[in-house]
């Protein structure tokens, strides 16, 4: 059964496509000072029952930028995209069997809307 979201934020997201995982994890790392977060939440069952059905959401726009060696079993999703602000923020979505942690950053400086898309999601994809 799919569940139909209304119309949100992630459908105003304009993803870049065919970002490399290396240019990411890269990108994320230099930016990661100036990254907004949310603690782990239990994720809402009705939404996503696999990690595989997360990226459906953002239309298979998030790549997996998991560690290849992956000891705690946490699945970690990225993407880049712009909003109509036109600034480039960075979502990275870190998830294990139950719970889901979002981040996200703006590329060059603050975007401003950093706080309001990491709640924003959270709140979609969690109880």
């Keep these: 059964m799919d569940v139909v979201l209304p119309i949100t934020i992630n459908k105003f997201m304009k993803f870049r496509h065919g970002i490399a995982r290396n240019v990411f994890k890269d990108t994320w790392k230099q930016i990661k000072f100036g990254v907004t977060t949310t603690g782990y939440k239990n994720i809402n069952s009705k939404f996503i029952r696999t990690h595989a059905e997360l990226n459906k959401y953002f239309e298979n726009n998030l790549i997996d930028i998991s560690p290849q060696i992956n000891d705690k079993n946490k699945k970690k ?16 979505i870190t998830c294990d069997n139950s719970r889901l942690k979002v981040a996200v950053a703006c590329g060059i400086g603050q975007g401003g809307y950093e706080e309001k898309i990491a709640q924003f999601l959270t709140f979609l994809f969690t109880v």
Excluded: A, H, Q, R
């Excluded at 999703?77 to 990275?92: A, I, M, R």
């Design 77 to 92: 999703y990225g993407g880049v995209f712009t909003l109509p602000d036109n600034k480039e923020y960075y979502l990275k």
